[in-house]
C-alpha cells in the first residue's frame, strides 16, 4: 500500500437527486464501485459517512501521513478509472503533490479543498 493512503468516500451523498425510499444513494454506489475496481491498488478505498461537501457531491478525500490531503467533488461511479490513477500518483509521490499535468483532469478541475500535512 502506497505510504499509507486512504481514499475516503463519502457514502451518504446524493449528489443532488431525491433517491426513493430503499433506493440505494450515488456515494454508496461510488465506494462500491471504488473497492470492486482497487482490489489490487495501492490505496485504501475507506466508506465514510459526510464529508461536509454535500453542494460539490459525490465527494472524496485522499490523505496519508506526512503529505497533503486533497478534497474532491462533482464525482461519479463514471469516474472510478481516472480517480483510482489519480489516487495512484498521489500514493507514489513524495509529499501528496502530483505534478499539474500528470493528475487527471478531474482532479484538476473538481477540486474543493487542499490541506496541509501536520508536520509542516
Not at 21 to 48: C, H, I
Not at 56 to 73: D, E, M, Q
Request: charged content about 20%; aromatic content about 6%.
Amino acid at each position: 500500500m502506497g505510504h499509507n493512503t486512504v481514499l475516503f468516500v463519502c457514502t451518504t451523498c446524493r449528489a443532488g437527486q431525491t433517491p426513493e425510499e430503499g433506493e440505494t444513494v450515488p456515494g454508496t454506489l461510488l465506494a462500491q464501485a471504488l473497492s470492486a475496481a482497487n482490489a489490487d491498488g495501492d490505496v485504501e478505498v475507506r466508506p465514510t459517512e459526510c464529508l461536509s461537501a454535500c453542494t460539490n457531491g459525490c465527494s472524496i478525500a485522499l490523505t496519508r501521513p506526512g503529505s497533503w490531503t486533497y478534497v474532491y467533488g462533482r464525482l461519479s461511479d463514471a469516474d472510478v478509472p481516472d480517480i483510482l490513477a489519480g489516487a495512484s500518483a498521489y500514493a507514489q509521490s513524495p509529499d501528496g503533490i502530483v505534478p499539474w499535468r500528470q493528475r487527471p483532469t478531474i482532479f484538476r478541475k473538481q477540486s474543493i479543498a487542499r490541506i496541509p500535512p501536520l508536520e509542516l
